[in-house]
């Protein structure tokens, strides 16, 4: 029997399929590039990384969602500014995200003063929470426009928006359903695939969660655990379309740690949902239009269930190497 693994936390296309077994509950008894830096006058940065205007986008609507979470802050009571504390720090690791230029550019992108957003009027919690809504719509047309990479970063932290706005009061955006089915590029349909192995084993995983809990936590496993059935059913019906076999959900799965009491039925559903995170966000990466919005749309839901049964978010769910809980 195999244990409990992250996926590896840079994409590698030809270990999806993996990721999405060893990311979560491992199946038992189963199968389962820099241009030359030489002394030429260095071009603009837009010539070099063609993502450089979709960066600069991203950076300015998360200085001025910042701007707002500053303005707010200032004029609070100190119980609201330390709850928008940790809220707000994760801002400030997403705006360093977006100005960091990539591996191949030889020009930063320099962030604008956050101060010179600032709103007018101090916007209330509620216009926070529609704020982060807002944005995280907002962010679906770089999403398609960005490199894989920053496609990646991009679904991440509009799932983390998702999360801050629903601590804030917000209500949770609704999914994305999978694009109807056609022929699949090889390295999108190892993503489906191991996003059904993923979801494979957290049916499996709710199954036990929900005996380790009280009526009221056994009715929020029930309702994850339809969630998780109906996406790996969808998953099914894509991959069967493109046309391939879907991986077959393991005979058993071994379990990270003994589920032995509520808290641990708790633990373990929010590693189940983080790690679906991982997933998901990998699968963005490899894939293009429709069915990259579905997958992001997935990395968010995860990444509020995850938020539901941990009570805190992540300035990056679905990315490790970026301090993401796992």
Do not use: K
């Amino acid at each position: 029997m195999l244990v409990i693994t992250l996926p590896p936390a840079p994409l590698r296309r030809r270990a999806l399929l993996s990721a999405g077994m060893l990311g979560l509950l491992t199946a038992c008894g189963t199968a389962a590039a820099h241009g030359s830096r030489t002394g030429r006058t260095a071009r603009p940065a837009a010539e070099i990384d063609p993502d450089t205007a979709v960066r600069l986008r991203e950076l300015r609507a998360t200085q001025a969602l910042a701007a707002r979470y500053d303005a707010v802050s200032a004029a609070a009571t100190p119980a609201t500014a330390a709850r928008l504390r940790p809220l707000r720090t994760q801002l400030t690791a997403q705006l360093a995200a977006f100005a960091q230029p990539g591996p191949a550019d030889t020009a930063s992108v320099s962030p604008t003063p956050t101060s010179t957003l600032a709103p007018a009027a101090a916007p209330t919690l509620a216009d926070l929470a529609a704020a982060e809504l807002a944005t995280a719509r907002g962010r679906a047309a770089d999403l398609l426009a960005a490199s894989p990479a920053l496609a990646r970063l991009i679904a991440s932290v509009a799932a983390s928006g998702a999360q801050r706005a629903v601590l804030l009061g917000g209500r949770a955006p609704t999914g994305v359903p999978l694009p109807a089915g056609g022929t699949l590029p090889a390295a999108a349909l190892a993503a489906l695939q191991a996003a059904l192995a993923a979801e494979n084993a957290a049916v499996y995983g709710y199954g036990v969660i929900g005996a380790r809990l009280d009526r009221s936590g056994q009715a929020r496993a029930t309702a994850a655990l339809a969630e998780h059935q109906a996406r790996g059913l969808a998953l099914q019906q894509r991959i069967a379309a493109a046309p391939a076999t879907p991986a077959a959900a393991a005979p058993g799965y071994e379990l990270p740690f003994p589920v032995n009491s509520a808290a641990d039925a708790v633990r373990l559903a929010a590693l189940l949902e983080d790690r679906l995170a991982v997933v998901y966000a990998n699968g963005v990466q490899a894939s293009v239009g429709p069915l990259r919005t579905a997958l992001a749309s997935a990395l968010r839901q995860s990444a509020l269930g995850a938020l539901g049964w941990s009570g805190t978010g992540s300035a990056f769910p679905g990315l490790p190497e970026r301090g993401a809980p796992h």
